[in-house]
């Protein structure tokens, strides 16, 4: 399986950015995927989650209200709309797959490289 970001930048605070993840592999449409970010000198912390029909979504409770998870199982890729964002958003962020929900909320087994977010005051 492999997990290509894009999407990233620098905006000021209160504006917007898309993420994406195309995915591919093996029965990728299938399966839940996540976004997970890390700020410099921190973990990395899960952001959101949504099932492989994209009917069931789920978010941290920092980005709840702000950020919304979607993904197209034709393509297959996986976006992160990101509105009202804050300095405190700024990190490096990962898009993550995994075989089973509970697993891709905390410990994923496929991830991207990465795409860097700075949110500037």
């Known amino acids: 399986v492999d997990l290509v970001e894009s999407g990233g930048g620098l905006v000021q605070t209160g504006g917007s950015l898309r993420l994406s993840c195309a995915a591919s592999g093996r029965i990728v449409g299938a399966y839940p995927m996540a976004w997970f970010r890390q700020a410099p000198g ?3 912390e899960f952001v959101a989650a949504i099932k492989w029909s994209g009917g069931s979504t789920t978010y941290a409770d920092s980005v709840k209200g702000r950020f919304t998870i979607v993904r197209d199982n034709s393509k297959p890729t996986m976006y992160l709309q ?3 964002l804050k300095p405190e958003d700024t990190a ?3 898009c993550a797959l995994s075989t089973v929900w509970s697993r891709v909320l905390k410990s994923p087994d496929y991830w991207g490289q990465g795409t860097q977010v700075t949110v500037s005051s």
Do not use: G, I, L
């Open 42 to 44: 921190k973990e990395r």
């Open 82 to 84: 990101m509105n009202s």
């Open 92 to 94: 490096v962020y990962y």
